[in-house]
């Protein structure tokens, strides 16, 4: 009967030869001397030894990667699966993305996010006030333009029918003043509004002695061009009375002061009413 050199259990081979065997690695092998010669290689004796232990050592081993292997192959199959779909790319960068997090303070990052959404509420706040700011101001200067030019209108109408009524102009005033009112403007001198007298393109015209004209030296080109349009001064003493220029006194247009201007524009407004 011949002898199984390996075996798992011992209780399968007979009990009469199990003394031939001894215990090893995943089971029993069968106890025998080893075998042992000499061969000559490259000139020089080399021993050689074969035992059963190290074959069944050799056969063990390799028993048990390609056991280790069959499980690799298992769970890689099983893996594949189940990240079968799976970006291996974009899930390393969501786990980057987690590692980090992971390292943030809920509590911090919480203040730090407050703070910030505080800033934009405060610069969003800020933004809209400075456009109400802005639209305010706008709206002020604009009413503050159009009330200047108002009050201008004002005085520099009173001046004109002044000038032309001390002038005698009389009932030419309204056709004349339209004239006064295209060569003049009001302008400030010294801290003082007064009415110079401007060309066609805006300039302010000059008098022979290189001062600039007023609206007193304009009259008298005016009474040259419409002669008709002015009543003569009769003196005192003859038959007939002078013509009585209309919102006549004491003081010039030039003389008078920007509130005097102004009163006077405003008795010229009242008057045609």
Not at 27 to 37: A, K, Q, T
Not at 126 to 131: D, I, N, S, T, Y
Not at 198 to 208: A, C, F, H, L, Y
Request: hydrophobic fraction near 35%.
């Amino acid at each position: 009967m011949s002898l199984v050199a390996v075996v798992e259990d011992i209780e399968s081979v007979d009990e009469s030869v199990r003394g031939f065997y001894k215990e090893a690695d995943n089971g029993y092998i069968l106890d025998v001397e080893p075998y042992e010669d000499s061969v000559i290689e490259n000139g020089k004796e080399k021993k050689r030894r074969f035992a059963l232990e190290e074959v069944h050592g050799l056969t063990s081993s390799l028993g048990k990667e390609r056991n280790t292997v069959k499980e690799l192959n298992r769970k890689v199959t099983k893996y594949e699966k189940d990240f079968e779909g799976i970006d291996l790319e974009e899930y390393q960068t969501i786990k980057t993305k987690y590692e980090e997090w992971s390292k943030i303070d809920p509590v911090a990052k919480a203040d730090e996010l407050a703070e910030e959404k505080a800033k934009e509420k405060i610069s969003k706040k800020q933004k809209e006030w400075q456009k109400q700011f802005e639209t305010e101001v706008n709206g002020r200067e604009s009413r503050i333009q159009e009330l200047t030019k108002q009050l201008h209108g004002v005085m520099i109408n009173g001046a004109a029918v002044k000038a032309l009524a001390d002038n005698g102009a009389g009932d030419s005033i309204d056709l004349l003043l339209p004239h006064v009112l295209k060569s003049t403007r009001l302008a400030e001198d010294n801290g003082k509004v007064i009415v110079e007298v401007v060309d066609e393109d805006g300039n302010p015209r000059v008098r022979s002695d290189g001062r600039n004209m007023t609206i007193d030296d304009l009259i008298p080109e005016m009474k040259t061009k419409w002669p008709n349009a002015f009543v003569a001064k009769v003196k005192s003493g003859g038959g007939s009375q002078p013509s009585k220029p209309a919102a006549s006194s004491e003081k010039s247009a030039d003389e008078m002061s920007t509130i005097e201007l102004y009163r006077l524009g405003l008795q010229q407004k009242f008057a045609k009413k």
